[in-house]
Every structure is written in C-alpha cells, then in structure tokens.
C-alpha cells in the first residue's frame, strides 16, 4: 500500500546528487583502503616487515575506523553529510602523502601513522554508514536501490583503481601509487564542499519514517535485541570481507603463483562484481523478507571460502570466486540499512549504522590481524579460510530468527512502496 502523498518525500535532483557524491567518495577512500593489501609485498621487502606487522597497520585503521563510526553518523543524522565527507577526504589526502614519503630509514613510522591513523580517521568518516544515511534521509521510495548504487562506489573504484595501483606497484614503484589517491582527495574535495553545501538532514523523511519521535540515544539503540543480532552478524560481516578478503586475498594470491597485476585484475573483478550485487541486494530489499536475505548472503560467502581453499594455481577458480564472493561481498550494506531503517526509523539510521561500522571495523581488524598470525604461524592460509567459513555460518544462524514485520513477503507489492512504519 502506498504512503499517502503528505508522507512521501520527494525524489529530487539534490537527492540523486547526494548518491553521486557518496558514490565518487567511497571509490576513492576503498581504493586506498585496498591498496594495503596491493603493497604489502613490497613493504615487507623494503622495510623488513613481516605479513603479521604489515596486517598489524591494517588492523590498527580499522580500530580507529570503529571509534570515529558512530560520530559520523550521529553528525549525519545532525548535520547532514557535508561536513564528515569534506573532513574524511582531507585526511585520507593526508595520510596517503605520509605514506608515500616514509621509507626505511628514520621516516619509516610515518608509514604506519599516515595509514593507520591519520588515514584511517578518514576511513571512519566516509564510510558505507555514512553515504546509507545520507541518502536515506532523502529518499521514500527506491531507497533500497538508492542505497545500493549511492554504496557501491565503495567497489566500483577498486574497480578502476586498483589495476592502476597495481601496474604502478609491479614496476617498482609503490610511492606514486599512494600520491596519486592523495591527489584524487585533492580534486573531490571542493566538488563535495559545494554540491553539498547547506543541505542537512531532512526532516519529513525522518519524522515519516519516526512517527515524529526525536532521535533515540544510543544506549537504547544497543539494547535493542534486533540491533543485537544484526550488530553480531555485521561483526563477522567485517571480519570476512574488510578482515580476510581485503587484507589477504593478493597476499594469496602470490603465494599461489599470481603476479600483481593479474591478481589485482581479479580483485577488480570481485569489485565490479560486488557493485552489481549490491545494488541487487538494494533492489531486493525493496521487496522481500531482509532477514532471509541476509542469511542467503553469509550462506553463499561460507560457499566462497571453500571454493577459495581449493584455488591452487588455476587463474580461472580464482577468477570463479571473484565472481562468486563479490555478488554478496558487500551486498549486506543496503540490505542492512533498510532494515534498519525500518525497525528503528531514520532518524536513528546514522547513529544505529555507525554503531555496526564500529563493530564491523572490529571485526575487520581481528580478521586483518589474525590471518597475519595464522599465516606466520602456519607457514598458509588455509586456518584463516576454515575460520571464515564457521562465522560466516554463525551469521546465517544469527539472522535468520529474525522478524520483517514492515516486510510483507511475496505478496505482489509494486516495486519501490515503502512498508508502513511499525506502531
């Protein structure tokens, strides 16, 4: 059934200009979060590191990541997005020039600083959250859809980016790599300063979607058993994809005899692929039970590993589960932030988003971390891909009690009708 016309807000130019900005920032911030994993061949050689002390700076970023998370979805959800993108470029800008001007004698540490720290505060800032909030401010209908294309620029300039990065890297020369993405900061952030200029939050589509109550605190979001199952889910979430896939897939992929630039030229695919399968993921959460589709999704990553495991040096099983893993790589974004939304109102979608960032970040950092351990202690991977696929079956059986009462299953509904609010 339709909102009545007093309730649905319009879906206006600015609304799909927020979607282009949130799209074009989270390329270039995932493309410097990916290019980690890119160099920690050449930093282990170059500075003496060992995988677990290159996973070590990755793991410390997204720790960051999970302190600034909430902060910038609570100045979303305050403020609009204006300020944490505008912020989150200029640091990620800056931490990259650290990065490209450390080298192995005493500037080493600006390294682990300008990646770690200084990057990874604009990491947290211009995040999945923050773009999902942002644009479901503005959007009533097709917000799923919206959703998914606003955040699947988060794939689509590894896409684009990281053969680029790779190619620059295979010939020996990692600093240019890293001096290009500040460059690119450089260029987004008067584009975004201006396109986004004095456009806060908007409020019809909150107080719709909230019944005109004012924003929870987050305490009462935490506590929510809904937020609960869907916060520990998110975890492994992060623990699979930003943890393991990010940090380690081009590490294995040498050891399995790959060069860089054809491995980064899978890992462009599993990008492309993913930006497909989010935007399905947003498409479908326009229609169906999210739940479910939730469990479908950290169903089909636990298949992934096991195809993962079994790669060995055959260049098209590789390529295989970059298809496979990047259909539902970060497809639970919309899917997520829809139902959320729904159970807990837009107005709390900032905040509750940014609070499974943090926890997502986490879970990230203890992939990234671990995995590094497990490879110097076993000598392989092949521990981490089995620990990947139990908590990816944990989630499935963590979201699949759960209720989408908003959600009226297979019913014929037209695409894009938004489910009346809960009482």
Not at 289 to 305: D, K, N, Q, S, T
């Amino acid at each position: 059934m339709k909102l009545p016309a007093s309730q649905r807000g319009p879906v206006s130019l600015s609304a799909w200009t927020t979607v282009l900005i949130g799209f074009a920032t989270l390329a270039v911030s995932f493309s410097a979060r990916g290019a980690l994993s890119l160099a920690m061949p050449a930093w282990s050689k170059e500075f003496g590191w060992s995988h677990s002390s290159v996973s070590a700076i990755a793991a410390a970023a997204m720790l960051v990541m999970a302190v600034v998370a909430p902060f910038a979805g609570s100045t979303v959800d305050r403020r609009g997005p204006q300020l944490p993108l505008v912020a989150g470029l200029a640091s990620i800008g800056a931490g990259m020039l650290l990065v490209a001007l450390a080298g192995p004698g005493g500037t080493a540490w600006l390294l682990p600083v300008g990646f770690g720290v200084v990057a990874a505060v604009g990491f947290g800032l211009i995040a999945q959250h923050v773009v999902a909030a942002a644009i479901a401010q503005r959007f009533q209908v097709h917000r799923g859809v919206a959703t998914g294309i606003g955040t699947a620029g988060s794939t689509a300039g590894q896409l684009l980016l990281m053969p680029v990065l790779a190619a620059l890297m295979a010939a020996g020369v990692w600093r240019p790599a890293f001096m290009l993405l500040a460059a690119a900061c450089a260029i987004l952030i008067p584009i975004v300063w201006y396109a986004l200029a004095a456009r806060g939050p908007i409020d019809h589509a909150s107080s719709a979607a909230t019944n005109g109550k004012p924003p929870a605190s987050g305490w009462t979001v935490v506590r929510n058993p809904v937020f609960q199952a869907i916060f520990w889910s998110y975890a492994i979430c992060g623990f699979t994809t930003s943890g393991v896939i990010e940090t380690h897939l081009l590490p294995y992929a040498s050891i399995c005899g790959f060069a860089p630039v054809p491995s980064a030229t899978a890992y462009g695919l599993l990008s492309g692929v993913n930006m497909v399968g989010m935007i399905a993921a947003g498409w479908l959460s326009d229609r169906i039970h999210r739940p479910l589709l939730l469990a479908f999704i950290y169903l089909v990553r636990a298949g992934a590993f096991v195809l993962l495991m079994n790669v060995g040096t055959s260049y098209p099983l590789l390529l295989l589960f970059s298809i496979l893993f990047g259909l539902f790589d970060y497809s639970t974004v919309p899917v997520t932030a829809s139902y959320i939304a729904a159970r807990l109102g837009v107005r709390n979608l900032g905040l509750a988003m940014g609070i499974l960032s943090a926890g997502h970040a986490v879970g990230g950092a203890l992939g990234a971390w671990s995995g590094g351990l497990l490879f110097d202690v076993s000598g392989g991977y092949m521990a981490l891909w089995y620990l990947s696929i139990g908590l990816a079956l944990a989630a499935v059986v963590l979201v699949v009690p759960l209720s989408d009462e908003s959600r009226r299953r297979f019913t014929g509904r037209r695409f894009g009708e938004l489910a009346r609010p809960r009482p």
